[in-house]
């Protein structure tokens, strides 16, 4: 017979499994392990508060420099890791099996990364960073450079310390809360095509700014100028992989990140630069700890019932219903938004509905099946800024009319009836006259 001192050992024993169990309940929409690959060891510690305040988060990091020759990204078909941290600006070639290639196949699987560069960036990284939609000033020497932007420092140096300002308009790429501070920015400008709809600029030079080599004189006109450098971007791939690139590194150092700052031309000093708060919240954007978007519950049916058909027949009333949530990070939210729609969909589509929602997840409306028959879908595609895609369809066939299902006497066909009563008529009249007639 169990004893209460064997009950108890058996509840400590089964408590971490229960934790674990509640803990998939709530499950996030990303793995928690990163892969942090430095070219250099110390830069570990020169840049511990950012990879502190990512560990701090729960999520889990290997450290391993570039070159290492075990490295690898995937082991039995696997991939070992969830998210990339490409802190290695200087490696001309990683170690292991890992190359440019299997860095864009990691991607492609729809993981994450971020990538630091600088003035010392090698030709793999910027390949890299072209691939993702950012390409870098083809100057190996060149840096941003901004005589009237800069950050005010007790040494009058070449103003290739920015503090830079412009940021994008998205709460959910930055957070809430408001940026107040500028962001220390040292490094390299990079240009984004404007027709790539899947790249943003997060952080972008002001109108002043130029890219060249602060230790010469400029012989020629700069190919980066203005506000088309960025120092910052994001991209969103298709597969909702999403990607940071950033051409300084120091801008996640240690320094930067508890360094005060004073824009050139203001009289307003600042005690702690915007970096802290600028990494943090581009960083949870970029691990999917906010604007990841789920849908479940996809239902349809006939009005004034509850099951799922099998196949519509014109003309039918039917309603339709989705449930869409939002992970917050800790948990998943009800998504609320008025842009949500639905197509009935054919070649093109046939029905285009705004869902309505009751403010805790459930989208649906409601619509008459069109008069033509044929296999169609219902299709649901939403794309809105910082978030990521949702896209499924459910496909379903519309069928005509049984033959026992029209109405007796269509009220459209009455003057086929008339032409039908009267052509007997006449014909009986006709033959009357013809036949009894003298």
């Not at 952080?203 to 960025?230: C, D, E, F």
């Not at 099998?310 to 003309?315: A, S």
């Not at 989208?363 to 499924?392: A, C, H, N």
Request: proline residues 4%; contains cysteine.
């Amino acid at each position: 017979m169990a004893t209460p001192r064997h009950l108890l050992l058996l509840v400590l024993a089964l408590a971490p499994l229960l934790a674990a169990a509640a803990a998939t309940d709530e499950e996030g929409p990303r793995g928690r392990r990163l892969l942090v690959l430095l070219d250099d060891l110390a830069v570990r510690a020169s840049h511990s508060a950012f990879f502190g305040s990512l560990q701090a988060r729960g999520f889990d990091l290997d450290f391993r420099l570039a070159d290492d020759p075990k490295l690898s990204l995937h082991r039995y078909g696997q991939y070992l890791y969830d998210g990339l941290v490409l802190f290695a600006p200087s490696t001309p070639r990683f170690g292991g099996s890992v190359d440019q290639n299997a860095v864009l196949e990691f991607i492609d699987a729809g993981h994450d990364m971020i990538l630091a560069a600088d003035s010392s960036a090698s030709d793999l990284i910027r390949g890299i960073a072209t691939e993702c939609g950012v390409d870098f000033d083809e100057d190996s020497e060149a840096m941003v450079i901004d005589h009237i932007n800069y950050a005010v420092t007790d040494v009058d140096g070449d103003h290739t310390l920015i503090a830079g300002d412009d940021l994008i308009q998205s709460d959910v790429i930055l957070g809430s809360k408001k940026i107040e501070a500028p962001v220390l920015f040292r490094g390299i400008g990079h240009a984004v095509n404007p027709s790539n709809n899947l790249v943003l600029k997060v952080l972008s030079a002001s109108p002043s700014a130029y890219s060249a080599n602060p230790k010469t004189k400029l012989a020629s006109p700069p190919s980066l100028t203005g506000s088309a450098i960025s120092l910052v971007s994001v991209m969103q791939a298709r597969n909702n992989a999403r990607v940071l690139v950033s051409g300084s590194l120091d801008m996640f150092s240690n320094r930067f990140l508890k360094s005060g700052v004073q824009k050139a031309g203001s009289k307003k000093s600042h005690e702690k630069a915007g970096n802290e708060q600028f990494v943090t919240e581009t960083s949870k954007w970029v691990f999917h700890e906010r604007g990841h978007l789920k849908a479940v519950n996809v239902k349809h049916h006939k009005v004034g019932e509850t099951n799922e058909p099998g196949m519509y027949r014109i003309n039918d009333d039917l309603e339709y219903s989705v449930e869409i949530y939002e992970w917050s990070g800790t948990s998943w939210k009800p998504y609320v938004a008025d842009d949500v729609q639905l197509q009935f969909y054919m070649m093109s589509p046939y029905v285009l509905k705004t869902m309505s929602t009751d403010k805790k997840g459930l989208y649906s409306t409601s619509f008459k099946v069109p008069d033509v028959y044929g296999v169609f879908q219902f299709k649901v595609e939403y794309q809105r800024l910082g978030y990521t895609g949702l896209s499924f369809t459910k496909q379903i066939p519309v069928r005509p009319y049984r033959h026992n299902e029209y109405e007796r006497f269509i009220t459209s066909a009455f003057p086929y009836y008339t032409a039908s009563f009267s052509t007997m008529g006449a014909f009986f009249i006709f033959s009357f006259v013809y036949l009894y007639h003298k």
